[in-house]
């Protein structure tokens, strides 16, 4: 296929199939979620409590909150760096609010954009946090036991389409050919983050909020 019509057909097109992928797997994988733990455990909506769930999701999300993410704090540091990075980034970047007007909301979208220098900053900040997360993953035992395959593959492509946007931001030779894979690659994450660990994205409230429940409303104490 040529480039450039490759190139309008992820933009397009290609998008919106990842997006619908991603929203269509969200609602299965919360469906059976909500479905497997009613049936394990058929008191799960009568303790589960919004104020338990969200108290103890703010614990274990903002860094140095919880205890262990006191005891960690260098890996916490990584860790919060990554995803503030990432996620800011993916939602404010220039070019990503461009992409997701056209192709979605191209009359009624308005969206803060973050200044380029600022984008750039991130960018290299969130590369060198995943770097470093990686490298735990390799080092630590306990980390590298609970690791599979799927979970470097899934941290390699991520790493992809972090230094894939930098490089086609900065415009080095074979920037198209880099910002095709970059927006590939994106396309790719968005569609299989339903079935990855990505998936903690979305089912923080109900994984975190389900123990927080428990911990608040049935035993009084607190889970972090």
């Known amino acids: 296929m040529n480039p450039y019509c490759l190139y309008a057909f992820m933009t397009g097109i290609g998008f919106q199939i990842a997006l619908g992928l991603f929203l269509v797997g969200t609602t299965l994988r919360v469906v059976l979620f909500l479905r ?14 919004l104020k338990y769930a969200v108290r103890s999701m703010l614990a274990h999300t ?6 262990t993410s006191r005891i960690h704090a260098v890996t916490t540091l990584i860790t919060a760096l990554f995803h503030i990075g990432i996620i800011t980034l993916t939602l404010f970047h220039s070019a990503h609010v461009i992409l997701i007007a056209d192709g979605l909301a191209p009359a009624t ?17 969130s590369a060198a946090a ?7 993953r390799l ?27 930098i490089w086609s ?13 970059h927006i590939t690659t994106g396309n790719v994450l968005i569609a299989i983050t339903p079935f990855t660990r990505l998936s903690h994205l979305f089912m923080l409230p109900f994984t975190r909020g389900y123990i927080g429940s428990e911990f608040g409303k049935v035993r009084h104490v607190q889970d972090w």
Do not use: C
Request: glycine share 8%.
């Open 36 to 49: 497997g733990a009613v049936q394990k455990d058929k008191a799960f909506f009568a303790f589960y409590s």
């Open 62 to 67: 903002l860094p140095f909150v919880s205890k």
């Open 109 to 125: 979208l308005a969206w803060p954009i973050l200044p380029e220098g600022v984008s750039h900053i991130l960018g290299w900040l």
């Open 130 to 136: 995943l770097l470093l997360l990686i490298l735990r």
């Open 139 to 165: 080092v630590n035992p306990t980390v590298r036991y609970i690791s599979i395959a799927r979970d470097y593959l899934l941290n390699l492509a991520i790493l992809l389409l972090i230094l894939s946007g």
């Open 169 to 181: 931001r900065m415009q080095l030779p074979g920037f198209f050919m880099v910002g095709l894979i």
